[in-house]
């Protein structure tokens, strides 16, 4: 007997709005939703000014201030359906064009449209973060969950496991909210941490998952407590939700009476309410003993010294700025209001610290940090509600942390070959330098001026070779800053900036800075386009920064791709130490794959999928019918991974080389964009010669490297492999427009 099942919610998320707006470009046949931020929909005028759109408005909405709120369900009658009564197709331009006319919040008429949507387009964060699924009320139970961009799952994940709380955040809590939690931590961070000089006016100490539980389990914290926790929590939640939907009860007699019966007093912030959901989500999790996730965590507790400014009285916190990083003074009078308040606290706060006064300009700040070490204590409950699970990117490769790390087992798994000929590709290592030195890229070689003044030689050599546009991989802003430091002194910069005008990634910038710089890269490589000339620009970039992800360097924006060393990240950074070892630890033990939860889907389940293919990369825009695309996917339903139980989690170090190498592979992947583009590799690093390492590179380019012992010799086959693309003038016209992606917004 078959039980009647409604059709599956089908949810697409990628890493960023940009990325998202590409999908539905190509999926706009269908009926789509595409939850975005207050940052990307609000249309009050009174908030466009304010940098934290998302408190801004919620402290409009708790005082019934916003009268573009009032008009939504108008809103929404307009985008359900079209005149001939079908579902209609809209994006967020469209939304917001049509919510100023009519006066109307798009941003929460849009999030009344996804409750029908059968397609939903979001930022990957929304579904894999427990707490922020939650907040937008996303119900994955039965779904289909497509995820773009996957390369960075596991990390999201992790993210998502943990938390950093400051003590201004607890003190705010014990006051706000009562808890004996909130105290007990404070209590923690005064009394029970010893801490241990890191450096100059820093110091920490660690615990693992099981020494904070021994701990709480001192102040008569137990399972049973924490869940009280939780529903308070959830109690406390449903009534401000239960305020904003219907603006009729009060929120203040619905909190008191809950308070009077459980002892819980009315919190009156947000903020706090979800600083206290996340702490009591992470504590949930290490006091169930199904879920066995002790070892999984590891709590950090830091103690900074905090200068204070002649500004940190006038503001919520110590650097004068108000909470969301803005001047108190630019704030609406609601908001100033909010930080008078809190001033109090934060005075309070700074004197539990010290015992002089603040005019002393110094305080401590301490900060309890809970790390997730596992991505599987977020990803793995995730997968087993879900109908099916695919993870999707051009960069996947390689493929064989997923299943260890995430907890998951993908029974299928795919990598697909690109759209392009190989004779549009040229890739080559170089592991020495015009003067015979060798390209050593690691940590401890790159400071000297042996290494520095031999690869600006060798990137001489390509940008006199390759036309119009080029991009420069280098590990970190440090060393991109020495490098041109020691290029201006020997005069080495004066000879690239002949050849090409160099332009840097500017590190930490507003969104406004960065479209600048890379309108101005586009120009210049556009202006030598239309003038014939050969000449163009070289943009300096940070593996894993913004040029290495989200943007298309497309035709002569890019035509040969610099890489140079590899991106390990920092092994002396904490956090890698304490995954590499945690990952060294769990590869000794086997692990099981948990049973599926049981829902009514389970006997349709179609399991879990790896695909390491661009879901743009399948469109008609690349020459890719929508045939082509059927059979890419059928070749991949017959690519079954084979069994493995049980799973064996990564040791450290390959779990270290995987993290470097998918931000390799995601930065030299930025010049081939589409089926008629072209371009350049040239791997400036003698470890990318070794066969070991070559695997380690996306499946698509492996079979394309060859390794050029000699300097002059790769020069000379890059100059071979252009001569037919330059026979006769080139016809090119370049991008002028920056196409940065937004990152994830807080959607809460």
């Not at 539990?352 to 596992?374: M, Y």
């Not at 390509?462 to 020691?486: D, E, W």
Request: charged share 25%; net charge positive.
């Amino acid at each position: 007997m078959y039980t009647a099942v409604g059709l599956p919610r089908i949810y697409v998320g990628s890493r960023t709005h940009k990325q998202i707006t590409q999908l539905v470009k190509e999926l706009r046949s269908n009926t789509v939703y595409r939850p975005r931020s207050r940052k990307h929909y609000c249309i009050n005028p009174e908030l466009w000014s304010e940098p934290n759109k998302n408190e801004a408005c919620k402290s409009l909405l708790d005082s019934n201030q916003c009268e573009y709120k009032r008009e939504v369900e108008v809103l929404v009658g307009t985008f359900k359906y079209r005149k001939d009564g079908k579902p209609r197709i809209w994006d967020m331009e469209d939304m917001v064009k049509k919510g100023k006319d009519m006066c109307a919040c798009s941003y929460f008429a849009a999030r009344s449209l996804a409750e029908d949507a059968e397609l939903v387009f979001c930022p990957y964060n929304y579904l894999i973060d427990p707490l922020i699924r939650n907040a937008m009320d996303i119900k994955i139970d039965n779904s289909i969950i497509i995820l773009d961009e996957a390369h960075n799952i596991e990390d999201a994940s992790r993210e998502a496991g943990g938390m950093e709380i400051e003590d201004t955040d607890l003190l705010l809590a014990a006051e706000e909210f009562g808890l004996m939690l909130s105290r007990m931590f404070l209590t923690i961070l005064e009394q029970k941490t010893k801490f241990s000089i890191l450096g100059y006016e820093n110091a920490s100490e660690l615990w693992s998952g099981q020494n904070l539980v021994s701990v709480l389990d001192d102040f008569g914290l137990n399972h049973h407590t924490i869940n009280n926790y939780e529903s308070a929590c959830q109690e406390i939640a449903r009534a401000l939700k239960e305020k904003k939907e219907k603006e009729k009860e009060s929120l203040e007699t619905k909190s008191t009476e809950f308070a009077k019966k459980d002892k819980i007093p009315y919190i009156a912030s947000q903020g706090v309410l979800r600083t206290m959901e996340g702490l009591i989500a992470i504590l949930v999790r290490l006091y169930d003993p199904g879920l066995n996730c002790l070892d999984d965590y590891k709590i950090v507790m830091t103690e900074t010294l905090v200068r204070l400014s002649d500004k940190s009285t006038r503001g919520a916190g110590f650097t004068g700025m108000d909470a969301d990083g803005s001047d108190p003074e630019h704030n609406s009078k609601s908001r100033a209001q909010h930080s008078e308040s809190r001033m109090d606290r934060f005075r309070k706060k700074a004197r539990l610290h010290t015992d002089a006064p603040l005019t002393s300009r110094v305080a401590k700040k301490r900060v309890i940090k809970f790390w997730c070490l596992n991505p599987g204590v977020i990803f793995q409950p995730l997968s087993a509600k879900a109908r099916s699970v695919i993870l999707t990117s051009g960069t996947l490769s390689p493929m064989d942390s997923f299943a260890s790390e995430l907890k998951t087992s993908f029974k299928v798994r795919f990598s697909a070959g690109h759209v392009v000929e190989s004779s549009q590709v040229w890739a080559g290592v170089l592991p020495f330098g015009p003067n015979k030195l060798k390209m050593d890229g690691t940590y401890k070689s790159v400071g000297s001026y042996y290494f520095q003044d031999e690869l600006g030689h060798a990137i001489e050599g390509i940008i006199k070779t390759v036309p119009h546009g080029a991009l420069c991989f280098v590990s970190s802003y440090i060393l991109m800053s020495n490098l041109i430091s020691r290029w201006k002194s020997t005069g080495q910069y004066e000879r690239l900036v002949q050849i090409k005008k160099i332009i840097l990634e500017p590190q930490k910038a507003t969104t406004k800075v960065f479209d600048n710089t890379l309108r101005e890269y586009y120009e210049c490589i556009a202006d030598h386009v239309s003038r014939g000339s050969k000449g163009g620009a070289l943009m300096f970039a940070v593996y894993r920064g913004k040029c290495s992800e989200g943007i298309d360097f497309t035709d002569a924006n890019c035509r040969v791709v610099i890489a140079v060393g590899v991106p390990y990240p920092s092994a002396q950074d904490m956090k890698i130490k304490l995954k590499r070892e945690y990952n060294d630890n769990r590869s000794l033990r086997p692990w099981q794959e948990p049973p599926p939860l049981p829902t009514v889907a389970s006997a349709s389940r179609t399991g879990r999928s790896l695909l390491d293919i661009d879901l743009n990369s399948i469109n008609h825009s690349t020459g890719t019918s929508s045939q082509s695309a059927q059979n890419l996917l059928a070749q991949a339903r017959q690519q079954q991974a084979p069994r493995q139980q049980p799973w064996v989690a990564l040791n450290g170090s390959r779990w270290y080389d995987i993290q470097a190498f998918r931000a390799y592979n995601q930065a030299v992947g930025r010049c081939i964009r589409h089926r008629t583009d072209w371009g350049a590799m040239v791997f400036l690093d003698f470890r990318l010669a070794q066969c070991g390492s070559q695997q380690n590179l996306s499946k698509w380019i492996r079979p394309l490297v060859r390794t050029h012992s000699d300097y002059d010799e790769g020069i000379q086959s890059i100059q071979k492999w252009l001569e037919p693309f330059y026979q006769g003038a080139e016809a090119e016209a370049g991008d002028t427009k920056p196409q940065q992606d937004s990152l994830e917004p807080d959607p809460k």
